[in-house]
Nanobody
Framework: QVQLVESGGALVQPGESLKLTCTTSGETLAYSARGWFRQYPGKQREGIACITVNDGELYYKDSVKGRFTISRDNLKDTVNLQMNNLDSEDTATYYC???????????????WGQGTQVTVSS
């Protein structure tokens, strides 16, 4: 079992930046890929970024390319999502997931955190 805890969600204004952090614990070796997803009310969770343990594979959803950056600290077992130039369409609940490999599909993920709310509003 892998336990994940997201943090860093907040209310920010359009154009501002925010960094989300996902802290993991438990049996992480088998599920070493980390993905960030977001979910709008009433919608399916969508993959926005993913990273493997050796940074060998990165994935970004087209709408966040150039604005969001995923990174990880393997010693601390944390994964960050730096989000720049936020706009109202980034308002969602953000989740961190653990999987055997990077994927944009939530069904491939074995564990999830509880989510953190990001609201972009003036």
């Amino acid at each position: 079992q892998v336990q994940l805890v997201e943090s860093g969600g907040a209310l920010v204004q359009p154009g501002e930046s925010l960094k989300l952090t996902c802290t993991t614990s438990g049996e992480t070796l088998a599920y070493s890929a980390r993905g960030w997803f977001r979910q709008y009310p009433g919608k399916q969770r969508e993959g926005i970024a993913c990273i493997t343990v050796n940074d060998g594979e990165l994935y970004y959803k087209d709408s966040v390319k150039g604005r969001f950056t995923i990174s990880r600290d393997n010693l601390k077992d944390t994964v960050n999502l730096q989000m720049n130039n936020l706009d109202s369409e980034d308002t969602a609940t953000y989740y961190c997931g653990a999987a055997r490999f990077c994927s944009r599909w939530p069904d491939h993920y074995a564990s999830w955190g509880q989510g953190t709310q990001v609201t972009v509003s003036s």
